[in-house]
């Protein structure tokens, strides 16, 4: 690339932009927040003309009609996302500016296409040389192309016309759209050549996707309004909206190809490498750091804070792709907010924002950073280990990837990104399957990502009729949206309804909240779930028709299946209570539970596990409850006149003066078989049950032990499946179903019989190849040294052997190998004398490293493993002069 007339830094490219539109009597109007104001369709500011859209589609004035920005933009979530490829490309960014003029309704193409060329190539300007610059048009604009030819004096073979190339009509790279209907028009681009050094093609071209000619302007000329059935209609008043990449017209300026070689960039990377305490080498992680910082620190000046969810989760991404390039760089500790002060020199005068909000700004990625930092070390130690026996071009399992994103916080981003460098690609099916799952779990634990209940603060107490009535008139007597009140929540949209009365049963004693429907005149509201504030309760849900209003009259439904499962579970785990005290002790007390309509979960204390024998014991105590079919009796006592009765309180509960009392069951001696203190929705009668079926009983902590249940229909089904499972095998053993076991055994006996014979007979095979072994011992340095290779041996076969050979070389070295089921074992043992001049632990990582594989152990003796096969001779046949080189 030849040398431009003009070097200029990026700040000065910026101000160039603005000195020269203000000449031509534009206003200069001061970049937008990346959080669009009132613009629910953008997750952030994404193009210079955001700001504007009002103006242009009519609905709003000012008091100009030439303006000219340079915006900040965000392109790292939602539609627009640039995210994956930050670091891996030449242009690709998170945070980057556009610079933009603006007509509104008066000057149209002719002026907009003279300002974008003396703009870029007058000697006062930038001075870009002519014969490098392309231009693009619509294929049938006419008036664009005759004054790219006539006015400015291009050559018909730089300005090149370009048909509807996405798919039908209109639809072009040269034809831009605010959306399916509305404002809309031809554009020019202005395209950049780089010169013959590079490839590409011409845009239009088959090779246009090449890095030669690069697009640096857009003029979009706003002249339709297109209608539903597609008809485009002029607009009274045609409007010009452009757009110029502040990042690559400054590398252009500045005799670069990537946009990363321009100053600011190469300030940044130099800086990070200053705080690390290591050298620049401008590698993709030195890239993401310095682009990252941008992002992140103009995301909090502008408000954005990390959390799960929203523009929150975006930026919490973007600051932990960043720690985690900084820490493939070197970064040992907190390193990213000691960079905010060089971005702040670099751009606190364009933008002062970062100047008043440096402190701030540091201290949240720092608070970030340290979250972030004490997960970050054990799940990269994870991913490592699954990517360690993945190969190049392999999948990593969407279990694995999830876990890292649920346990330790890695965002799918993340991990696609650290895969991807080892050419491994992620399973996403795999991924959403386990998201699906984990908000299923969510939801029947009555946890959501915003907690509503601490946000909403409700002075009316709630009637609740939920005891003895499913459905229920009533009357909207709060609104909420994201914690706050509101006047209206339309379809789609998320919130929290508070009713005068109502049937729904509140997340409480375990039991999670129910599910329904709340409909109005004019809207239905789907609840998700149900919750307690203070005395009101509260309904959390989607609109999903129509839209709902505070004060209006409301039908509160609550779904009559829901409640009939998770009745009967919760009454079941009283039985179970009761079972377990009963069999192993008072010494039982309840530590946690969890009851919804799919499965009970019971938490108690005990010391030791609950053995097979008992279990079946509990689980026909609470069956027999279940048949008795004894009435479930509830009455509200007081306090102590409850406790006097043997009321037990439920773990974790808070109790008025006046309780609810639950008994249920009956003891052979007539007294209760179970009375506890709850709230929660329960069957009438005990038989409503049905069955009662343990699925699985384990320790969750210290003293701590947790059965899980299952009750009705969903108890029969796992019955059934275990049912078709024995017949199966019954089927497979020719047998019957009580000879299984016992076929079973036999078989076991069988194979750990046949395996000690293949144990033995290995260790004869060992014992007579040491034999013949022993010839292939040669010297090196004076040191006797064995290298064999002995196939079909397993790694325990090939130790005996190891072991063999050196009692007969004493102080010698002995190296085998051996391929069985596909991989490799190898052993190498070292005489004590000579473990000062080479150890047997190098011997096995200097060998595993070219295998593909790992290994490790003691100075005279290791042993490892490893996958390449086919390399294995010429491993193996190296090993003498590897050896010859430490034995001196």
């Known amino acids: 690339m030849s040398q431009l007339k003009k070097n200029l830094q990026l700040h000065e490219v910026r101000q160039a932009f603005i000195d020269f539109f203000v000449s031509k009597n534009h206003t200069h109007v001061a970049s937008s927040s ?31 009609n030439r303006a000219v920005t340079s915006q900040k933009c965000v392109r790292a979530g939602g539609k627009h996302n640039d995210l994956d490829n930050v670091g891996y490309t030449a242009r690709h960014h998170t945070f980057f500016e556009m610079l933009g003029n603006f007509s509104f ?77 509305g404002p809309c028009g031809p554009c020019s681009e202005i395209f950049y050549d780089y010169g013959d050094s590079m490839e590409g093609g011409l845009p239009g071209t088959p090779e246009e996707d090449g890095d030669r000619y690069v697009e640096v302007w857009n003029c979009v000329f706003m002249q339709f309004n297109r209608q539903k059935d597609g008809t485009l209609e002029p607009l009274p008043k045609p409007s010009v909206d452009t757009g110029m990449g502040l990042e690559r017209i400054s590398s252009i300026m500045q005799g670069k190809f990537g946009n990363y070689e321009v100053d600011l960039f190469v300030k940044l990377m130099d800086f990070t490498a200053q705080v690390i305490g290591v050298d620049s080498t401008y590698e993709p992680s030195f890239k993401v750091v310095a682009d990252h910082i941008r992002a992140v620190s103009f995301l909090i000046a502008d408000g954005v804070r990390p959390s799960n969810e929203g523009r929150g989760y975006v930026l919490r991404r973007i600051i932990r792709r960043a720690v985690r390039h900084g820490n493939k760089l070197g970064a040992t500790e907190n390193f990213f907010y000691k960079i ?86 992620i399973d996403d099916t795999g991924f959403d399957a386990c998201m699906q799952e984990q908000r299923q779990r969510a939801r029947d634990a009555g946890k959501f990502d915003l907690d509503y209940t601490a946000a909403i603060k409700v002075n009316t107490p709630t009637e609740f009729t939920g005891y003895s009535l499913y459905h229920q008139q009533s009357s909207i007597v709060g609104l909420y949206q994201d914690g706050k009140q509101t006047d209206c929540l339309k379809e789609g949209e998320e919130g929290v309804i508070v009713l005068s009365t109502t049937p729904f049963y509140a997340e409480s004693g375990g039991q999670v909240g129910e599910t329904g429907e709340i409909s109005t005149q004019s809207g239905v509201f789907a609840v998700e779930d149900t919750k307690k504030s203070g005395q009101a309760i509260i309904h959390y849900g989607t609109v999903k028709m129509g839209q709902i209003t505070p004060n209006q009259k409301a039908n509160a439904l609550v779904s009559s299946d829901v409640r009939h499962a998770s009745a009967k579970n919760h009454s079941a785990t009283h039985l179970l209570h009761a079972a377990l005290r009963t069999l192993l002790g008072n010494g039982v007390t309840q530590k946690g539970s969890l009851v919804s309509s799919d499965v009970l979960r019971f938490d108690f204390s005990h010391d030791s596990a609950v053995s097979d024998e008992e279990l079946v014991q509990i689980e026909r105590m609470v069956n027999e409850q279940i048949q008795k079919n004894t009435p479930v009796q509830t009455e509200l006592l007081d306090i102590d006149t409850a406790m006097k009765k043997g009321a037990m309180a439920l773990f974790g509960e808070k109790y008025g003066d006046i309780v609810r009392v639950l008994t249920m069951g009956e003891k052979e001696n007539k007294e209760a078989f179970s009375i506890e203190l709850c709230g929660g929705i329960h069957v009438h009668h005990t038989g409503e049950i049905g069955l009662f079926k343990i699925v699985s009983e384990q320790g969750i902590s210290a003293g701590v032990r947790r059965i899980e249940a299952l009750t009705g229909m969903g108890a029969l089904r796992y019955i059934q499946q275990g049912n078709q499972q024995l017949n199966i095998l019954a089927d497979q053993f020719k047998a019957k179903r009580h000879e299984i076991v016992d076929r079973v055994s036999q078989l076991a006996d069988k194979s750990r019989s046949l395996e000690k014979q293949l144990e033995r007979l290995n260790q004869k095979m060992a014992s007579l190849q040491a034999q013949s072994l022993t010839e292939n011992t040669k010297q090196i340095n004076g040191q006797k040294v064995l290298i064999a290779t002995i196939n079909g041996l397993d790694g325990k076969a090939l130790r005996t052997l190891s072991d063999d050979m050196k009692s007969k070389l004493h102080d010698g070295i002995v190296v085998l190998s051996s391929v069985h089921d596909d991989k490799i074992a190898i052993t190498a043992s070292v005489g004590k004398n000579l473990t000062g001049k080479v150890k047997a632990g190098d011997i096995i990582k200097h060998t595993t490293s070219q295998l593909g594989g790992k290994g490790g152990g003691k100075p005279d003796f290791a042993q490892g493993g490893a996958t390449d096969v086919e390399k294995l001779p010429q491993a193996m046949n190296a090993l003498s002069d590897w050896l010859a080189e430490q034995l001196v």
């Open 34 to 64: 990346l959080i669009p104001h009132n613009d629910p369709t953008l997750l952030f500011t994404n193009a210079g003309m955001n700001q504007f859209k009002d103006t242009f589609l009519g609905l709003e004035k000012r008091n100009y």
């Open 105 to 181: 309704g008066d000057y149209f193409k002719e002026n907009a296409i003279k300002f974008a060329w003396e703009f870029l190539t007058a000697d006062d300007w930038l001075a870009l040389p002519k014969d490098r610059l392309y231009v693009t048009v619509y294929h049938t604009d006419d008036e664009a192309y005759d004054i790219w030819h006539n006015t400015i004096g291009l050559t018909p073979d730089r300005i090149i016309r370009i048909g509807d190339n996405k798919g039908g009509l209109y639809q072009s790279d040269n034809f831009w759209a605010m959306g399916d209907t």
């Open 340 to 425: 905010v002060p060089a971005l702040v020199r670099e751009m606190g005068e364009a933008y002062p924002e970062l100047v008043t909000k440096q402190d701030e700004i540091a201290a949240v990625i720092l608070k970030e950073e340290e979250q972030f930092a004490k997960t970050l070390a054990q799940g990269l130690r994870l991913l490592s280990s699954e990517l360690e026996v993945l190969n190049d071009g392999d999948i990593l399992s969407g279990e694995t990837v999830f876990k890292l994103y649920d346990t330790y916080g890695f965002p799918v981003d993340l991990t696609s990104d650290i895969a991807r460098e080892r050419g491994i690609s």
